[in-house]
Nanobody, 121 residues
Framework: QVQLVESGGDLVQPGGSLRLSCAAS????????IGWFRQAPGKEREGLSC??????GTLVSDSVKGRFNTSSDNGKVYLQMNSLKSDDTAVYYC????????????????WGPGAPDTVSS
């Protein structure tokens, strides 16, 4: 069964940084677009960024631009989060679609189970 799995979720202090990774099982991420999303309690799932494995291009939401970015290395896709705030506390998901990047959650058919991140002192 094809799957995505997020890792790297943790408890971090405000102002800190965290890097999440997204890996694929039973398939490779080549030629797919990998999106990063988050969902805080009581809020809708929000699109953060997207990395296109085919073109190498990225898309970043204005809401996190300048603090978050996405990249790929060794067959995984990463979400680098800097200058974290308490409002960044959420469950973070990666998702895959073919072929190009989007930030809408309804555009992605394959999802990982999510990784919780807590930003707190």
């Amino acid at each position: 069964q094809v799957q995505l799995v997020e890792s790297g979720g943790d408890l971090v202090q405000p102002g800190g940084s965290l890097r999440l990774s997204c890996a694929a099982s039973k398939f490779t991420l080549d030629h797919y677009a990998i999106g990063w999303f988050r969902q805080a309690p009581g809020k809708e799932r929000e699109g953060l960024s997207c990395f296109s494995s085919g073109s190498g291009g990225t898309l970043v939401s204005d809401s996190v631009k300048g603090r978050f970015n996405t990249s790929s290395d060794n067959g995984k896709v990463y979400l680098q989060m800097n200058s974290l705030k308490s409002d960044d506390t959420a469950v973070y998901y990666c998702a895959a679609r073919f072929p190009s990047c989007r930030l809408g959650r309804h555009d992605f058919p394959l999802w990982g189970p999510g990784a919780p991140d807590t930003v707190s002192s």
